[in-house]
């Protein structure tokens, strides 16, 4: 027989955890009217699965970072090909 794997919680309960979870969050600086009137949706590219070799020491160097070590390997590659593109195309 299966443990009944529902809870019953008072709404005060709820709250309380709420609460708690609300003040663990770091304050961040306010964005401002000025952000919102310049923001943009953007929609990401699409990414395409690749095998990569590279060197122990750059994969090491990411991975210290903590999780999203490929997402931050791709942000440095896409930066290195944006800035390349645009002197480029001011020559």
């Known amino acids: 027989m299966k443990k009944d794997t529902i809870s019953r919680h008072s709404i005060s309960e709820i709250m309380k955890v709420e609460d708690k979870s609300q003040s663990d969050a770091p304050d961040g600086e306010p964005l401002g009217a000025d952000f919102w009137a310049s923001a943009k949706i953007v929609i990401p590219d699409k990414k395409q699965s690749v095998h990569l070799r590279i060197d122990s020491k750059v994969l ?26 645009a002197r480029s195309s001011k020559r």
């Not at 210290?64 to 590659?77: D, I, K």
């Open 60 to 85: 090491d160097y990411f991975k210290a970072e903590g999780s999203g070590h490929l997402t931050r390997m791709n942000a440095v590659l896409r930066s290195y090909v944006d800035t390349k593109t």
